[in-house]
């Protein structure tokens, strides 16, 4: 058996001996983590080279993809031009997450390569984090537990903690897991209000669901803001200096979308005012450490517990392997597991819900806090 991490015959002729059986062809790179035992059910069909740590090698990733017909990444892959050039077999993306912020799109469409995110595959472990950030933040315990370890009882303090019961949730996005996160919060009894601009007024969708046609608005009724929106030219800093001046005194935001979207200095600035009463980031700018102090400072924790663990080799993660079963020239999409896909023009699927698939489509731009684009973290 070949070691851990690669498939052997992946690009040339070793792995096609016959026993009597119709040769494969070598099919799929995997550059990021991905759980063994999801790529193991691959095998099953395809030849496959996986390597977690070829995303830091981008001229061995281009070497690897000479023979490949579909290449399946995470958010540090930069799946570029130049990339996809080095694979002219290529005919499929499999990104696991839903953010596209690091494959180009119009590159993609150019060489007639169908990008397929994971839709849905993490929703409800998003949904899940938002909830328990909203009820850490407005309690105010978390940061409490290094005092108790240094022997004291900070209760007076902390009586100060909020209930979320009789508080507003702001959404801003209102794609598939921004509607988790509303269902979720109103049996908290919770009011929920969101702004999206991209799911019409009339969407049964708004039915329980207090609709803000602005971003200003939304800001000054919430208590809490919880951010559900792709990365966009339309919506990096989309949360900058003026709108956290819109938010109420002692408001909390959480960010499970993109680390862009929210400034972070900005963010810093308004913590260490007093003007917020906290934040937790389960995205960050790709590379970037937090330079703005440590005190106050944000709850950073990752959002996406076990989606591969279960996702990939159950239901969630149909849809990744339908993205991978390409054989010669032809292509099946086979979402037989479970999870459907939002298509363009070009057959590339997106993340579901209005808000999704226009804000990716169009990016169109804010203007101040006007509206939000909607769409899956």
Not at 133 to 158: I, N, S
């Given at each position: 058996?070949p070691p851990?991490?690669?498939t052997?015959?992946?690009?040339?002729?070793?792995?096609?001996?016959?026993?009597?059986?119709?040769?494969?062809?070598s099919?799929?790179?995997i550059?990021?983590?991905?759980?063994?035992?999801?790529?193991?059910?691959?095998?099953?069909?395809f030849?496959?080279?996986?390597?977690?740590?070829?995303?830091?090698?981008?001229?061995?990733?281009?070497a690897?993809?000479?023979?490949?017909?579909?290449?399946?990444?995470?958010?540090?892959?930069?799946v570029?031009?130049?990339?996809?050039?080095?694979g002219p077999?290529l005919v499929?993306?499999?990104?696991?997450?839903?953010?596209?912020?690091?494959?180009?799109?119009?590159?993609?469409?150019?060489r007639?390569?169908?990008v397929?995110?994971?839709?849905?595959?993490?929703?409800?472990?998003?949904?899940?984090?938002?909830?328990?950030a909203?009820?850490?933040?407005?309690?105010?315990?978390?940061?409490a537990?290094?005092?108790?370890?240094?022997g004291?009882?900070?209760?007076?303090?902390?009586?100060?903690?909020?209930?979320?019961?009789?508080?507003?949730l702001?959404l801003?996005?209102?794609?598939?897991?921004?509607?988790q996160?509303?269902q979720?919060?109103?049996?908290?009894?919770?009011t929920?209000a969101?702004?999206?601009?991209?799911?019409?007024?009339?969407?049964?969708?708004?039915?329980?669901v207090?609709?803000h046609?602005?971003?200003?608005?939304?800001?000054?009724?919430?208590?809490?803001?919880?951010?559900?929106?792709?990365?966009?030219?339309?919506?990096?800093?989309?949360?900058?200096?003026?709108a956290?001046?819109?938010?109420k005194p002692?408001?909390?935001?959480?960010?499970?979308a993109?680390g862009?979207?929210?400034?972070?200095?900005?963010?810093?600035?308004?913590l260490?005012?007093?003007?917020?009463?906290?934040?937790?980031?389960?995205?960050?700018?790709?590379?970037q450490?937090?330079r703005?102090?440590?005190?106050?400072?944000p709850?950073?924790?990752q959002?996406?517990?076990?989606?591969d663990?279960?996702?990939?080799?159950?239901?969630?993660?149909?849809?990744?392997?339908?993205?991978?079963?390409?054989?010669?020239?032809?292509?099946?999409?086979?979402?037989?597991?479970?999870g459907?896909?939002?298509?363009?023009g070009?057959?590339?699927a997106?993340?579901?819900g209005?808000?999704?698939?226009?804000?990716?489509?169009?990016g169109?731009?804010?203007?101040?806090?006007?509206?939000?684009?909607?769409?899956?973290?």
């Amino acid at each position: 058996m070949p070691p851990s991490g690669q498939t052997r015959g992946w690009l040339g002729e070793a792995g096609r001996e016959g026993r009597g059986r119709k040769a494969r062809l070598s099919d799929i790179v995997i550059s990021e983590f991905m759980d063994e035992a999801a790529v193991d059910d691959l095998r099953g069909d395809f030849e496959v080279l996986y390597d977690a740590a070829l995303v830091d090698r981008p001229e061995d990733l281009k070497a690897a993809l000479a023979g490949a017909r579909a290449i399946i990444v995470r958010n540090r892959t930069q799946v570029t031009a130049e990339v996809l050039a080095a694979g002219p077999r290529l005919v499929a993306v499999g990104r696991l997450g839903v953010g596209l912020d690091n494959i180009e799109l119009a590159a993609c469409e150019a060489r007639g390569v169908k990008v397929f995110p994971a839709t849905g595959a993490n929703d409800q472990a998003v949904a899940e984090y938002v909830i328990a950030a909203t009820l850490m933040l407005l309690r105010g315990a978390y940061h409490a537990g290094e005092a108790m370890l240094a022997g004291t009882w900070p209760r007076q303090t902390l009586m100060a903690g909020r209930e979320a019961a009789g508080k507003t949730l702001g959404l801003v996005g209102f794609g598939a897991i921004s509607r988790q996160v509303a269902q979720r919060a109103r049996a908290l009894g919770m009011t929920v209000a969101a702004c999206d601009p991209f799911v019409a007024a009339d969407d049964p969708a708004w039915r329980e669901v207090s609709r803000h046609a602005t971003l200003e608005s939304l800001l000054a009724a919430a208590d809490v803001v919880s951010l559900h929106v792709p990365l966009t030219e339309g919506t990096r800093n989309l949360l900058d200096a003026q709108a956290l001046a819109a938010l109420k005194p002692g408001a909390v935001v959480i960010n499970t979308a993109r680390g862009g979207v929210v400034d972070e200095a900005a963010l810093a600035e308004s913590l260490k005012a007093g003007q917020l009463g906290g934040a937790a980031l389960g995205a960050r700018p790709r590379g970037q450490p937090w330079r703005h102090g440590a005190d106050p400072r944000p709850v950073a924790r990752q959002h996406e517990p076990d989606r591969d663990r279960a996702g990939q080799r159950h239901g969630r993660h149909g849809h990744l392997r339908g993205a991978c079963h390409c054989r010669g020239r032809a292509f099946a999409g086979r979402a037989d597991r479970g999870g459907a896909f939002e298509r363009t023009g070009n057959g590339s699927a997106r993340p579901g819900g209005a808000g999704d698939r226009a804000s990716a489509r169009r990016g169109g731009r804010l203007s101040g806090v006007e509206a939000a684009a909607g769409g899956a973290a």
